[in-house]
């Protein structure tokens, strides 16, 4: 599975971050998601339903949480410390395992603001060491599964005869 941050990654951050935008009906400005939960890469070419279904063979629910600045700084600082997840909406700059500098949506972090987060079940309980229910003020969960959401996301780009796109353009960047 994957290591470390790249196009795919970026685009199935950004795809939790569209989905769960609508399920809340919130702008989203981070997105946290787990290297580990993507098996496999992308295909080129046209992507089957077996890809999909083997890029994500957890059953992994898409969750909005509400996090007060200093709480995200925290996990921010844990993943410095241990190894930084797939990230969206942020920029991350870390040297010698202490954050040097966090952008949320291009703005510096600011401890007292609440940020709405989109992330994963699997990362609310410790799972890759988050625990990121302790961190939240607000969590809602859906009954929708990571995999059919960047399905939903495939078929409408499909409808739209447009190509997934992606940039490998780092959200973290280590010193």
């Not at 599975?1 to 702008?27: A, F, P, Q, R, Y």
């Not at 700084?73 to 410095?80: E, G, I, L, T």
């Not at 942020?90 to 500098?101: G, I, Y």
């Given at each position: 599975?994957?290591?470390?941050?790249?196009?795919?990654?970026?685009?199935?951050?950004?795809?939790?971050?569209?989905?769960?935008?609508?399920?809340?009906g919130k702008k989203i400005d981070v997105g946290i998601c787990n290297f580990?939960?993507?098996?496999?890469?992308?295909?080129?070419?046209?992507?089957?339903?077996?890809?999909?279904?083997?890029?994500?063979?957890?059953?992994?629910?898409?969750?909005?949480?509400?996090?007060?600045?200093?709480?995200?700084?925290?996990?921010?600082?844990?993943?410095?410390?241990?190894?930084?997840?797939?990230?969206?909406?942020?920029?991350?700059?870390?040297?010698?395992?202490?954050?040097?500098?966090?952008?949320?949506?291009?703005?510096?972090?600011?401890?007292?603001?609440?940020?709405?987060?989109?992330?994963?079940?699997?990362?609310?309980?410790?799972?890759?060491?988050?625990?990121?229910?302790?961190?939240?003020?607000?969590i809602n969960s859906y009954d929708v599964m990571i995999m059919d959401a960047?399905?939903?996301?495939?078929?409408?780009?499909?409808?739209?005869?447009?190509?997934?796109?992606?940039?490998?353009?780092?959200?973290?960047?280590?010193?």
């Amino acid at each position: 599975h994957m290591k470390t941050e790249g196009s795919l990654s970026n685009w199935i951050v950004d795809v939790v971050m569209d989905k769960v935008s609508e399920l809340s009906g919130k702008k989203i400005d981070v997105g946290i998601c787990n290297f580990g939960g993507i098996r496999k890469a992308m295909p080129k070419g046209d992507v089957l339903l077996d890809d999909i279904q083997s890029m994500f063979p957890f059953k992994n629910y898409l969750v909005h949480l509400e996090v007060k600045g200093n709480e995200l700084r925290k996990v921010f600082q844990s993943m410095a410390q241990t190894r930084f997840q797939a990230v969206g909406g942020v920029k991350v700059e870390v040297v010698d395992r202490k954050l040097n500098s966090v952008l949320v949506g291009g703005e510096p972090l600011d401890d007292e603001k609440v940020y709405n987060v989109a992330t994963i079940s699997f990362l609310l309980t410790g799972g890759d060491g988050l625990k990121l229910e302790d961190n939240a003020m607000k969590i809602n969960s859906y009954d929708v599964m990571i995999m059919d959401a960047v399905l939903e996301y495939i078929e409408n780009l499909t409808k739209e005869g447009k190509a997934i796109t992606s940039t490998d353009e780092p959200h973290v960047i280590i010193r």
